[in-house]
């Protein structure tokens, strides 16, 4: 199967998701072409990273997956190809794989260098799309680019843990379509750390000290349901990822709000979890 996925921050009000689904058709009439998210924020790494890193395992081994966010060529950021987890990777070189591959060493990585034939100023719909096409005709990396052994990381998306060992701190990678807060820290390290311990999770002027599995273990079904008052309750889970989710019983962000808006926590915004 031809399946080519794109991930990008260019929205659909514009022409340019039409645009490289066309140029993919011309150059691969039976590509299938699935959209994983159009709505990434402007030039977000650490959204792409997390919305991309929770779906592309579920796209059979072998798909190629286009990412196009923050993908001009410049002066500090370069193009690169590679295959990680059986999955191959067409995106700009600005850290945005940091997060998949902190699971999974690439087995190959490539630098792009068919900008020479080729002139552009939207790279995805002519560098990026011509790339996945090769990948996908069974065309080798080394064609289209020159080996480099690494790629460049970026640090925000990952949590830092102190000297002690008694303290993670974290932050707000995501902000899902209900408004809830995803964090950094995921349930591995966290459990690595914690070791069984007790926390307080600081975020922002909210504290947490029980972190769930799912979204309705806040609720004593015990109780009848006339009697139940849970909409609107703060809580934290651990997401379907894996990740430390801080989120809003039955969240609306047209009615109760969501735990972004009630919480006034954002973006980038600090959280830290300390053990005793």
């Not at 998949?100 to 939207?122: C, G, L, T, Y």
């Not at 914690?194 to 926390?199: L, T």
């Amino acid at each position: 199967m031809s399946l080519i996925t794109l991930t990008t921050d260019f929205g659909l009000k514009d022409h340019f998701v039409g645009t490289i689904k066309g140029a993919i058709y011309s150059e691969l009439p039976e590509a299938t072409i699935v959209d994983i998210s159009h709505d990434i924020s402007p030039f977000n790494i650490a959204e792409t990273a997390y919305v991309l890193k929770n779906a592309y395992k579920s796209f059979p081994e072998g798909s190629v997956h286009i990412i196009g966010v923050d993908s001009e060529i410049n002066e500090e950021t370069n193009h690169i190809a590679l295959k990680l987890d059986n999955h191959y990777f067409v995106c700009p070189n600005n850290g945005v794989i940091s997060m998949i591959a902190s699971e999974f060493k690439p087995e190959k990585i490539v630098e792009i260098n068919i900008h020479d034939r080729i002139e552009s100023s939207f790279p995805v719909l002519d560098v990026f799309v011509k790339v996945a096409c090769h990948i996908k005709r069974g065309g080798l990396l080394d064609v289209i680019g020159k080996e480099i052994a690494d790629f460049k990381k970026i640090t925000d998306i990952h949590p830092v843990i102190s000297s002690d060992n008694n303290k993670i701190t974290g932050s707000v990678i995501y902000i899902d379509n209900y408004g809830n807060i995803i964090t950094n820290i995921n349930k591995k390290l966290f459990n690595q750390v914690g070791k069984g311990r007790s926390f307080e999770m600081l975020a922002g002027r909210y504290s947490f000290n029980k972190i769930y599995e799912k979204y309705s273990d806040i609720v004593d079904f015990s109780i009848p349901p006339e009697e139940r008052h849970y909409d609107g309750n703060k809580l934290s889970i651990f997401n379907s990822a894996g990740f430390i989710e801080i989120a809003i019983y039955r969240s609306n962000m047209q009615t109760v709000g969501g735990a972004s808006s009630l919480l006034g926590l954002k973006y980038r915004d600090q959280l830290t979890i300390t053990f005793s």
